[in-house]
Nanobody, 118 residues
């Protein structure tokens, strides 16, 4: 499974970005991030089947996951960005036989850097 992220960049505090991930149309797909010196942090995951999605605390209320199923692209809208959101953001496919709820990360892409400046 190939996953290709794009859309990262540098924004000011309070700004927004929309990240994109091109994949092969997996049923479940999500996003996580990793800041330097930290463990990876799951953010959001969705089911393309019914459009449902779940979020972790860091993403709830500010980030939104969505998909364009015709184009096999998943998005992560980042709003009200803070300096602590600076990280490399990755899209991922859950491990086999896992849905979103387990947050078990399987394959992921090369990532896209998001930097939030004061």
């Amino acid at each position: 499974v190939q996953l290709v992220e794009s859309g990262g960049g540098t924004v000011r505090v309070g700004g927004s970005l929309r990240l994109s991930c091109a994949d092969s149309g997996s049923t479940f797909i999500g996003w996580f991030r990793r800041a330097p010196g930290t463990e990876r942090e799951a953010l959001a995951c969705m089911s393309r089947g019914d459009g449902s999605s779940i979020y972790t605390g860091s993403a709830e209320g500010r980030f939104t996951i969505s998909s364009d199923n015709n184009r096999n692209v998943v998005y992560l809208q980042l709003n009200d960005l803070k300096p602590e959101d600076t990280a490399v953001y990755y899209c991922y496919i859950p491990q086999p036989m896992s849905g979103c709820g387990s947050w078990r990360i399987g394959n992921w892409g090369q990532g896209t850097q998001v930097t939030v400046s004061p």
